[in-house]
């Protein structure tokens, strides 16, 4: 087994990629590769790696890790020690809803197309680390990435200035800590009538060098980036994030709605990048499980709100200028995330960063045509209305 391991990562770095490439039996000869991967809460630096799922043996304990794509980031022991801890909650759903969402989109490839499953450290291994799942040049996904993220590591100068900045009280003669897990996720799917789906949900803690100064708080949403609008797809959408909402409170929806369409506005465009979902941040409560609870049905809710429309329209006929669509519109999607994007922002001011970790959102093809505009009345001309002019889909 160390001689195969040995021999993957010696061919990752002939690769033309900076990432660890990890050859697994799992996939076909176009899948060996590993993509760049998103961390929820900023890039890392690659330590060690893990490729293939969990097998049926691997138990410890009362927890069953077959469950999960990959062992827990943090020690078995300590997880199984502090069910009520909420650092402890929240690695869990991320590894439950990692492994669902995996299984879920590859039962819509049916070239049997499986995620490599990369399991990694930070440069130190106290800090934490990671899962990496991507899925590569399949039938129905050009690239899926859905990664999770547990990391404990000092909170940068920057970081702190950040913060203070959205409302934080932190003493600026303090070093801190901060403590950080989620999930995210971006799907370029190969068929232009499949929309582009992102997801990211994650706590936040974070306290002084004397253990005081503590503040907690979760944030996500689930956006969907179709590329031409149907709209009874949009409806299913927003109808089974507005379930997951009014389960907890009826004025969320609205509320994460219009946050949504606000932070995913690309000003220079003057458009949105896609057609909404819900979005929030820096969410805090009198009781943390309240929040978790909600944090956990909008995580629950993705795989109802997505994947039926990928089964709807994953064989749809395809054009040659559909195609250079889609292509035009990730150009777009390129933009948002490298302009404005807070993951990718935080990444890039995370010490010891793995640049190819905070890029995995882009997609593998993208295209810019100089002063492109779709023809008045076309298909491609009623998307960009609705990115220009955000509707109230319900």
């Known amino acids: 087994m160390r001689r195969v391991a040995s021999k993957a990562l010696r061919t990752a770095f002939r690769t033309f990629t900076s990432v660890s490439a990890v050859e697994a039996p799992r996939v076909s000869r176009s899948h060996r590769f ?18 293939g799922c969990v097998s049926a043996a691997q138990k410890a304990g009362n927890m069953d890790v077959t469950k999960f794509m990959a062992q827990p980031i943090t020690n078995l022991e300590a997880l199984e020690a502090t069910p009520d801890d909420m650092k402890t909650k929240m690695e869990l759903l991320i590894m439950r809803i990692q492994k669902e969402f995996c299984q ?47 990391m404990t ?44 789906i992102h997801f990211n ?16 708080w979760f944030g996500g949403g689930t956006d969907l980036t179709p590329y031409y ?13 507005k379930a997951a909402c009014d389960t907890h409170d009826r004025q969320y929806y609205p509320k994460y ?11 220079f465009r003057g458009e949105r990048r896609g057609v909404g979902g819900i979005f929030f941040d820096d969410l805090e409560g009198d009781n943390a499980n309240d929040v978790f609870a909600f944090v956990k049905d909008c995580a629950d809710s993705v795989i109802p709100s997505y994947i039926p429309i990928v089964k709807k ?26 302009v404005y994007d807070r993951g990718t922002k935080f990444g890039f001011a995370t010490p010891n960063a793995r640049i190819e970790s905070i890029l995995m959102s882009l997609p593998l093809h993208a295209r810019w045509e100089y002063m492109h505009k779709p023809e008045p009345g076309s298909p491609e001309y009623k998307l960009t209305e609705v990115l220009k002019n955000p509707k109230d889909w319900l």
């Open 257 to 267: 709605k219009k946050w949504c369409d606000d932070y995913f506005f690309v000003t």
């Open 201 to 216: 949900y994650r706590y936040f803690e974070m306290q002084d060098e004397d253990g005081n100064n503590k503040h907690w």
């Open 229 to 241: 609008l149907v709209e009874d797809d949009v409806k299913h959408f927003h109808s089974v994030l």
């Open 153 to 196: 590591a000092p909170l940068s100068k920057q970081l702190q200035a950040s913060m203070r900045a959205r409302g934080k009280e932190l003493p600026e003669d303090k070093k801190f800590k901060f403590f950080a897990a989620g999930i995210s996720s971006v799907i370029h799917p190969r068929n232009p009538h499949v929309p582009t």
């Open 104 to 150: 879920a989109l590859e039962n819509e490839d049916e070239d049997n197309s499986k995620f490599i499953v990369d399991r990694w450290s930070r440069h130190d291994p106290k800090e934490g680390g990671g899962i990496t799942c991507v899925l590569q040049d399949s039938k129905t996904f050009e690239k899926a990435g859905v990664n999770i993220t547990v």
């Open 313 to 338: 329209h994953k064989n749809d006929a395809v054009t040659e200028a559909e195609r250079r669509w889609q292509l035009l519109r990730r150009g777009r999607y390129v933009e948002f995330n490298l």
């Open 34 to 51: 590993l993509g760049a991967t998103l961390i929820a809460s900023g890039g890392v630096l690659l330590y060690t790696s893990y490729s």
